[in-house]
């Protein structure tokens, strides 16, 4: 959800009480690809002005300066959505980034964090553990052997982020490649602590020199890169990702890193720098897994891009107890020793570290990191997912030797050896997982599998839970043969969990994945999220996040995304609202006061991956329920159908009003507009780019009249203002009345559609709309065709089954004809005059005296949750009829028929053609106080159908063949 807040206004406000303090701090925000440009322009325009409080830059406007490896791929254009907020305090730091937030066009806004090495540096002489100075981890991850096979070269470069290096010393110039830098001081100046000579000695220590010790990298190059300033305030992390890029890296090793906690959660601009050097860069990505000696998460190891190393000891257990050394958890990948680590030290140029003297998962990283190096020079064709993938199927499991961490110490062991050597390595991975709710607390768990090396037969995924919160119901879905790199999903309803109902509120479950094939078996797990839990509904061209309360295009990322159309966002914000009375009113719409209205509770709900369906109760009252559906269909992708059924509870007839409230957001913020198209039924928002979003009004029974609402949301032009409260009297007002039009140049608008019902005692109503988006109006209402077709083919009753021709029969002096529908369970019985004879699930027509034939038509009426329209008519021809006042000969039949009447809003023109002589048919639809509604012109004279007429009276003029037919049309 958006506010209006100009970025002038913005970037020159000012903390006066912070201006004294010297340290700065540092965040990040992210800019939609149409807003870039005007930061741009606005940042450069108002930089004289910024105070010295509070600056707003261009992220990487340096990077234009850098000097590019050959055959490097050049920055891609997204980098230049990133801008950075300096501040010289972290309160201000935390006021600007709220208030950036709220602008249009911001995906996000955080704060930049800093990260710390991860070591455990003991004192040699009061250490019992008096090791000998040797690389004994070497040994362990099979190096010799795999050296014998695999010793890299100096194409592949191993980049190490990290606080320090000493360039000069003996073992480190052989493998050093020329381009280190400083990304933190823009100098060449790498000088620090020591951390990082240890690190690179054990990658890239300089092998057959006679000297020291041998870098598992062997002939693969290491490039050094120092990320912290001098002063130890800034750590340029993404400068230091991006720099790595620019300069060919193969590999990047990250020895550092932060404890995930609530007041510094994940980071979106991490995982979105970590993914680029992934998928755009293609380099795999390594990182200590934490010192804290706990099963928590730290980043940048906690990221899916990245291989998280925990540290073991030389037996292969955990380094350290419960509560020390490694830290652990399901997320870890691929194990390394990490205590007691020899390795090249900072004191002058020949110096190294005793073995007894330093420990961390800063030391375990760098072996990974080269095994990767020598696995990228020896498989040259594999992808920067591939390797990690294969270094992972490859470790040796260590599980038997950690009783109290298995599978929280990633595969097992690293083998490189065994990466280099294996030829049928299986390995198939899980990502995106989704839960759709079943009702009772069961969810179908719906996730991708990708199998990223050899060409896998049989393949089968099995699940266990590991939290004690969550059952499995359906533990195993099969998912066929997989060739290299191909994608597959879950079959629909194949993996099945049940959620307790003691549940903590806020709870995180680990699931375990086992995937199985002729090849071989490979282990993963994921992560879910129950609290709070939004599922989604999704098709080639549409996602949609809500909840199970009446919340819909939730945005709360990285768990939802409100709604986004081909990847791009529309919505951040909706829900519906319910009235009887301004004092009578629930919603579940924004508050635009940081919150959701919550008015109504869930009794019960279940989904599929193409629907949902939930019953909500209004908490203050027992007189109304609402069943939601919510539903996509393949046959018109991209249109996200809507329908709401209210239930009258009462014993006395009532009105109720029920809307449809969109927040648009869609991607151009320079122009923002919002109108109605009233031909169509339509509330639609558009930007100054082609960008459509609209709400449609498919059918409704029982409405007294629609309103449409569209909203400035500032307040400006004479709109209701929602940036100060969404407030019930602002709710009503907009339901009781019509505001056709808003917005302008960076304009903040919003869309409510209403229905006013009128609904019998313990009876129902119901409203179907439809969320449309497309690139221009009349491809708008193109699609709004398509949808209402397909609506209606969906909820129409099917055909009543019934004979073509019944005869007349006589029991007990009495001539009876009965029609015996099938094909539902209530019918609609009409006369060819097309009034209604009778209804029920069968009829009876008695008769005394014989004409030669009558006519009877049928109407399917059996209206459930998925039937909300009766079907077409069906013929019965009754022979043998005793003639009687009812009875109508052939003859009789009109030519041209308009049948239901009354109508529940579908009518038919029923046309006989072979009364009617060929030609043009033209028609016109007027209401009662003779305005002009509809008419149309077609070239041949054909039955038709007219749809989704509001309750009312109305008249039907036709011309056919020079004739003229009126007819009275009343929609109850």
């Known amino acids: 959800m958006k506010r209006l807040l100009t970025f002038v206004c913005l970037v020159c406000f000012c903390v006066p009480a912070f201006a004294q303090e010297s340290v700065w701090f540092y965040g990040v925000v992210k800019v939609s690809p149409q807003l870039k440009q005007q930061w741009l322009e606005k940042t450069q325009s108002v930089q004289r002005t910024q105070s010295s409080a509070l600056q707003i830059t261009p992220r990487y406007a340096e990077q234009s300066q850098w000097r590019y490896a050959p055959a490097v791929k050049r920055p891609p254009a997204v980098l230049e959505q990133f801008f950075t907020v300096k501040t010289q305090s972290k309160q201000a730091l935390q006021v600007a980034l709220d208030s950036l937030?709220?602008?249009?066009?911001?995906?996000?806004?955080?704060?930049?964090?800093?990260?710390?090495?991860?070591?455990?540096?003991?004192?040699?002489?009061?250490?019992?553990?008096?090791?000998?100075?040797?690389?004994?981890?070497?040994?362990?991850?099979?190096?010799?052997?795999?050296?014998?096979?695999?010793?890299?070269?100096?194409?592949?470069?191993?980049?190490?982020?990290?606080?320090?290096?000493?360039?000069?010393?003996?073992?480190?110039?052989?493998n050093l490649h020329p381009?280190?830098?400083?990304?933190?001081?823009?100098?060449?100046?790498?000088?620090?602590?020591?951390?990082?000579?240890?690190?690179?000695?054990?990658?890239?220590?300089?092998?057959?020199?006679?000297?020291?010790?041998?870098?598992?990298?062997?002939?693969?190059?290491?490039?050094?890169?120092?990320?912290?300033?001098?002063?130890?305030?800034?750590?340029?992390?993404?400068?230091?990702?991006?720099?790595?890029?620019?300069?060919?890296?193969?590999?990047?090793?990250?020895?550092?890193?932060?404890?995930?906690?609530?007041?510094?959660?994940?980071?979106?601009?991490?995982?979105?720098?970590?993914?680029?050097?992934?998928?755009?860069?293609?380099?795999?990505?390594?990182?200590?897994?934490?010192?804290?000696?706990?099963?928590?998460?730290?980043?940048?190891?906690?990221?899916?891009?990245?291989?998280?190393?925990?540290?073991?000891?030389?037996?292969?257990?955990?380094?350290?107890?419960?509560?020390?050394?490694?830290?652990?958890?399901?997320?870890?990948?691929?194990?390394?020793?990490?205590?007691?680590?020899?390795?090249?030290?900072?004191?002058?140029?020949?110096?190294?570290?005793?073995?007894?003297?330093?420990?961390?998962?800063?030391?375990?990283?760098?072996?990974?990191?080269?095994?990767?190096?020598?696995?990228?020079?020896?498989?040259?064709?594999?992808?920067?997912?591939?390797?990690?993938?294969?270094?992972?199927?490859?470790?040796?499991?260590?599980?038997?030797?950690?009783?109290?961490?298995?599978?929280?110490?990633?595969?097992?062991?690293?083998?490189?050896?065994?990466?280099?050597?294996?030829?049928?390595?299986?390995?198939?991975?899980?990502?995106?997982?989704?839960?759709?709710?079943?009702?009772?607390?069961?969810?179908?768990?719906?996730?991708?599998?990708?199998n990223l090396l050899t060409p896998a037969t049989h393949v089968q995924v099995h699940i266990n839970s590991l939290s004690p919160y969550v059952n499995v119901i359906a533990a195993t879905a099969n998912i066929g043969d997989m060739t290299t790199l191909e994608s597959k999903e879950t079959p629909l309803g194949a993996l099945v969990i049940e959620r307790t109902g003691d549940i903590p509120a806020s709870h995180t479950a680990y699931i375990g994945i086992e995937y199985t094939a002729d090849q071989g078996i490979f282990r993963e797990y994921v992560e879910l999220r129950f609290a709070p839990l939004y599922p989604a509904l999704f098709d080639k061209r549409l996602t949609f996040w809500y909840d199970t309360k009446g919340h819909l295009a939730v945005y709360d990322y990285p768990y939802s995304q409100g709604m986004r159309f081909n990847d791009t966002t529309y919505a951040r914000a909706g829900g519906f609202v319910m009235a009887v009375s301004q004092d009578s009113l629930w919603s579940t719409v924004p508050d635009y006061v940081g919150g959701m209205n919550n008015d109504f509770e869930e009794t019960a709900s279940w989904s599929a991956p193409s629907a949902m369906y939930t019953f909500l109760q209004p908490t203050a009252t027992s007189a109304y329920t609402v069943t939601e559906r919510l539903y996509l269909d393949s046959l018109v992708p991209g249109v996200l159908f809507q329908e709401y059924r209210v239930h009258n509870r009462q014993l006395f007839a009532d009105t109720v009003r029920l809307g449809l409230f969109y927040d648009f957001d869609l991607p151009n913020v320079s122009l923002q507009q919002c109108a109605v198209d009233t031909a169509v039924s339509m509330i639609y928002a558009r930007d100054g780019s082609g960008h459509y979003a609209a709400i449609a009004l498919l059918q409704a029974f029982?409405?007294?009249?629609?309103?449409?609402?569209?909203?400035?949301?500032?307040?400006?032009?004479?709109?209701?203002?929602?940036?100060?409260?969404?407030?019930?009297?602002?709710?009503?007002?907009?339901?009781?009345?019509?505001?056709?039009?808003?917005?302008?140049?960076?304009?903040?608008?919003?869309?409510?559609?209403?229905?006013?019902?009128?609904?019998?005692?313990?009876?129902?109503?119901?409203?179907?709309?439809?969320?449309?988006?497309?690139?221009?109006?009349?491809?708008?209402?193109?699609?709004?065709?398509?949808?209402?077709?397909?609506?209606?083919?969906?909820?129409?009753?099917?055909?009543?089954?019934?004979?073509?021709?019944?005869?007349?029969?006589?029991?007990?002096?009495?001539?009876?004809?009965?029609?015996?529908?099938?094909?539902?369970?209530?019918?609609?019985?009409?006369?060819?005059?097309?009034?209604?004879?009778?209804?029920?699930?069968?009829?009876?027509?008695?008769?005394?005296?014989?004409?030669?034939?009558?006519?009877?038509?049928?109407?399917?009426?059996?209206?459930?949750?998925?039937?909300?329209?009766?079907?077409?008519?069906?013929?019965?021809?009754?022979?043998?009829?005793?003639?009687?006042?009812?009875?109508?000969?052939?003859?009789?039949?009109?030519a041209v028929r308009l049948y239901p009447n009354p109508s529940r809003g579908v009518v038919r023109i029923e046309v006989d053609t072979n009364r009617i002589q060929a030609g043009s048919m033209q028609w016109w639809l007027y209401a009662y106080d003779g305005r002009l509604l509809r008419q149309a012109v077609l070239s041949r004279v054909e039955s038709f159908y007219l749809h989704g007429l509001p309750q009312g009276a109305y008249v039907l003029q036709l011309s056919l063949s020079g004739e003229m037919y009126y007819f009275r049309l009343l929609v109850e």
């Open 101 to 174: 937030r709220r602008l249009p066009g911001v995906l996000y806004a955080e704060p930049l964090y800093n990260y710390q090495p991860l070591y455990v540096p003991n004192d040699p002489g009061t250490n019992s553990a008096n090791a000998p100075n040797y690389q004994y981890y070497l040994e362990k991850i099979k190096a010799f052997e795999a050296w014998d096979i695999e010793q890299g070269n100096p194409s592949v470069v191993i980049a190490i982020i990290d606080y320090g290096f000493r360039l000069t010393h003996e073992d480190l110039q052989g």
């Open 702 to 894: 029982r409405q007294i009249d629609t309103t449409y609402y569209a909203f400035d949301v500032d307040g400006s032009n004479g709109s209701l203002a929602l940036n100060d409260g969404f407030s019930a009297a602002d709710m009503w007002g907009a339901m009781t009345s019509n505001r056709l039009q808003a917005g302008g140049n960076n304009a903040n608008v919003a869309a409510l559609a209403s229905i006013h019902f009128s609904i019998p005692a313990q009876d129902s109503a119901w409203v179907a709309w439809a969320v449309l988006s497309a690139p221009s109006h009349d491809s708008l209402r193109t699609l709004y065709g398509l949808a209402r077709e397909r609506f209606l083919a969906l909820r129409t009753c099917a055909l009543p089954q019934v004979p073509a021709v019944v005869e007349v029969h006589q029991t007990d002096a009495v001539y009876l004809a009965s029609i015996v529908p099938s094909g539902g369970y209530h019918f609609n019985f009409y006369r060819a005059d097309s009034s209604l004879y009778q209804s029920g699930a069968a009829m009876v027509y008695v008769v005394n005296t014989f004409p030669s034939e009558t006519f009877f038509f049928v109407e399917n009426a059996s209206y459930d949750f998925n039937h909300l329209l009766p079907s077409a008519w069906q013929r019965v021809a009754i022979v043998g009829v005793p003639k009687s006042p009812t009875a109508i000969e052939a003859a009789q039949v009109p």
């Open 179 to 450: 381009a280190y830098y400083d990304v933190a001081g823009n100098d060449t100046n790498l000088s620090g602590i020591y951390h990082g000579t240890v690190v690179a000695g054990v990658s890239s220590a300089t092998p057959d020199n006679a000297k020291g010790i041998a870098g598992v990298g062997f002939h693969c190059r290491y490039l050094p890169i120092k990320a912290i300033s001098d002063d130890f305030t800034y750590f340029n992390f993404d400068g230091a990702l991006l720099y790595a890029a620019a300069q060919g890296a193969s590999v990047i090793n990250m020895s550092f890193g932060r404890p995930i906690t609530p007041t510094e959660p994940e980071s979106e601009f991490e995982r979105d720098l970590l993914r680029l050097m992934v998928d755009y860069y293609d380099i795999v990505l390594v990182a200590a897994g934490g010192n804290s000696g706990k099963d928590e998460k730290w980043s940048p190891a906690v990221y899916p891009e990245v291989i998280a190393v925990p540290g073991t000891n030389a037996n292969d257990q955990k380094w350290g107890g419960w509560g020390s050394g490694s830290t652990f958890g399901y997320h870890m990948d691929v194990a390394a020793p990490a205590q007691y680590i020899y390795s090249t030290y900072n004191r002058h140029d020949s110096d190294y570290y005793p073995a007894t003297g330093i420990s961390g998962t800063s030391f375990a990283a760098p072996q990974v990191s080269a095994a990767a190096a020598l696995v990228r020079a020896h498989y040259p064709g594999l992808n920067a997912r591939q390797v990690m993938a294969r270094l992972m199927a490859t470790a040796d499991n260590i599980d038997a030797q950690n009783p109290g961490f298995i599978g929280k110490l990633g595969k097992g062991r690293l083998n490189i050896y065994r990466a280099l050597t294996e030829t049928q390595v299986f390995a198939v991975t899980p990502s995106d997982p989704i839960l759709y709710a079943l009702g009772n607390e069961h969810y179908a768990l719906h996730m991708k599998h990708t």
